[in-house]
Nanobody, 115 residues
Framework: QVQLVESGGGLVQPGGSLRLSCAAS????????MGWYRQAPGKERELVAD???????NYADSVQGRFAISRDNAKNTVYLQMNSLKPEDTAVYYC?????????WGKGTQVTVSS
């Protein structure tokens, strides 16, 4: 089992920045990909960015150049730095861990971009 706890969401104006954190615990040594997903009202959950245990990163086209995913292995934490936020970035953001035993999700953190 892997437990994930997200934090860092909130209300921000367009053009602003937020940094999300995802703290992992449990059987983290089996995890090989960590990712951030989001789900806006009435829409399907979508991949935002992910990072492998080897450090390879992948981004959705809609956030390329604005968001950056990173990980601190010493803290078992993955971050999502979000810059130049737009109203269409408004969603619940979820952390996902993929391991050799399955996939695990956090409960999510709300990000609202509005003036």
């Amino acid at each position: 089992q892997v437990q994930l706890v997200e934090s860092g969401g909130g209300l921000v104006q367009p053009g602003g920045s937020l940094r999300l954190s995802c703290a992992a615990s449990g059987n983290i040594y089996s995890v090989y990909v960590m990712g951030w997903y989001r789900q806006a009202p009435g829409k399907e959950r979508e991949l935002v960015a992910d990072i492998t245990s080897g450090g390879s990163k992948n981004y959705a086209d809609s956030v390329q150049g604005r968001f950056a995913i990173s990980r601190d292995n010493a803290k078992n934490t993955v971050y999502l730095q979000m810059n130049s936020l737009k109203p269409e970035d408004t969603a619940v953001y979820y952390c996902k861990a993929t391991s050799t035993y399955g996939s695990y999700w956090g409960k999510g953190t709300q990000v609202t971009v509005s003036s």
